[in-house]
């Protein structure tokens, strides 16, 4: 990457070797690093298999820890060995909805309340426990040593990317894996800043003094999030003229990827592997065939985005029964339909929240893996009323690029141009303490609460409050590790 290498005015005297840093682009199914170090330009790293992404996955046998591809390889032999799929439990009580989700979605695995923490930890056979905070700690350990070993040198520092969506108990429970993993964490970037970012850094030349509004449409695998980004130059007092990004309005559907639309197809091969009668079980009582005919349903989407139909087949399904089905995209669009009609939603939202018009918005960008299912192109490209949607950025690679560039800029071996990040938080942010006041030798305890950032406010941001009459450190309530 030339462009790249020209973003960067690398500090090479004086400096130990050791200072490359990473970003982790961590999806719920796919995660990708990139690194920078002196001398080489930001790039992305290449795992074992020499592919640019990474599945989410481990599996933990008796005595040996699988990831990435051989892990997701293993979900059809021995799926109760594999793990995936974690974020929709992170820093989850055992209560919340995600969590009896995730247990429908994946029933051969066992959740259970944390007796302390009140959170879910996985029972896997005999005494053997794991949290998802831990099972994340061991793919982030493991993508470190990817990216070690594709930089030639030890990496520490990381900026990993988070849903923009993530309260502070799932940022918290994502801070602890990196812990685990010992890698010292920059930041936490919301990941459609990264993309944002990414995406300013490139077109520098064509930010001026005039406000260009950017709504960047990003849908995953387990949930879609669309953006309004203002970019502009501003005069700063420390460094002059500075182009900018003002991330301006959020909308989001936790839920609404393309996993749903896997699982959708999964069951309609299992309803018409039964229908064809030739086993006299009930193919969706038997986990290792519902995970054949999942990995199955994904390829059928792929294809589906191109060819109006597809024959799915897979061998030996179940009782070394062979399965062949045909399957039409209208069928796929029939079994989806209630979520395509969910597509607009964010876009709408994002807008509420900026408080702008869709005239106002100069071009709709498409992020994200499950951004090429045809139909939600369709349903958007009505939605926004643009002539066409923009598809002039990596979809898989923008937010480690933006990441990692982040990195670089806030190591201190680089000097990186500045451009700078205005986010805001998609959620208001609100301490909430006791008091103890004294009135004529009475003691009462007042409970108190303040708002210390409103939605949509922007950060980073410091906020001071004075407690005159308060002597006693705060106790973290949710009761989760300090880090
Ligand atoms: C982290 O990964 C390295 C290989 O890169 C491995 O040697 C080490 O044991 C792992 N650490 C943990 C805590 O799993």
């Known amino acids: 990457m030339v462009l790249a290498a020209a973003l960067f005015c690398v500090a090479l005297a004086m400096l130990p070797s050791h200072t490359a840093v990473m970003s982790i682009d961590l999806g719920s199914e796919w995660m990708k690093m990139a690194i920078v170090k002196p001398g080489v330009p930001m790039e992305i790293v290449l795992n074992k298999e020499s592919r640019r992404k990474t599945p989410t996955v481990v599996c933990l046998k008796e005595n040996e820890r699988l990831f990435g591809d051989s892990a997701l390889g293993m979900s059809v032999k021995n799926p109760k060995t594999v793990f995936r799929h974690l974020q929709s439990i992170l820093g989850k009580k055992y209560k919340n909805p995600q ?28 005494e053997l426990q794991f949290t998802p905070e831990e099972l994340l700690g061991m793919m982030l350990n493991y993508s470190r040593g990817l990216a070690q070993d594709f930089a030639e040198q030890s990496i520490k520092d990381a900026v990993i990317t988070v849903p923009a969506f993530f309260n502070q108990a799932e940022r918290r429970a994502v801070l602890l894996a990196a812990q685990m993993a010992g890698l010292k964490v920059l930041q936490l970037i919301n990941d459609n800043t990264a993309v944002a970012l990414n995406y300013g850094v490139f077109r520098r030349k064509d930010i001026d003094n005039t406000a260009k509004n950017i709504m960047f449409y990003d849908m995953g695998s387990g949930s879609t999030t669309a953006t309004i980004v203002t970019y502009q130059t501003v005069k700063t007092k420390e460094s002059g003229i500075q182009p900018q990004l003002q991330i301006r309005g959020v909308g989001f559907d936790r839920g609404l990827g ?17 229908e064809q009668k030739k086993s006299k079980k009930d193919v969706r009582e038997n986990h290792r065939a519902m995970a054949k005919l999942l990995k199955e349903a994904q390829r059928l989407k792929t294809v589906l985005s191109a060819n109006v139909d597809f024959m799915a087949q897979v061998e030996g399904l179940m009782d070394d029964i062979d399965f062949k089905a045909k399957v039409t995209r209208t069928e796929f ?80 071996a680089f000097k990186v141009k500045p451009f700078l990040v205005r986010d805001a938080a998609v959620f208001p942010i609100q301490v909430e303490f006791n008091r103890e006041t004294e009135e004529e030798g009475v003691k009462t305890v007042k409970y108190n609460k303040r708002i210390l ?3 949509m406010a922007p950060y980073p941001q410091r906020k001071v409050i004075t407690f005159n009459r308060y002597n006693n450190d705060f106790e973290d309530p949710q009761n989760l590790p300090k880090i």
């Open 99 to 126: 969590v009896a989700l995730y247990q429908k979605q994946f029933p051969e695995h066992q959740l259970q309340e944390d007796p302390v923490r009140g959170t879910v930890y996985f029972k896997n056979s005999g």
């Open 258 to 274: 393309g996993f749903e639309m896997d699982l959708r197809l999964r069951d309609h091969l299992a309803k018409l592997f039964n």
């Open 333 to 412: 669009e029939e079994l989806c339909a209630d979520l395509f009609k969910r597509v607009p939603g964010p876009v709408e939202d994002a807008l509420s929240a900026a408080e702008m018009k869709l005239e106002e918005i100069e071009q709709v960008i498409l992020v994200g893996g499950s951004t090429r299912v045809r139909k939600v192109q369709d349903v958007l490209l009505r939605a926004v009323g643009k002539e066409e949607l923009g598809k002039n950025i990596n979809a898989d690679e923008a937010a480690a690029m933006g990441a990692v560039y982040q990195a670089a800029g806030l190591s201190k």
């Open 453 to 455: 950032f409103q939605r």
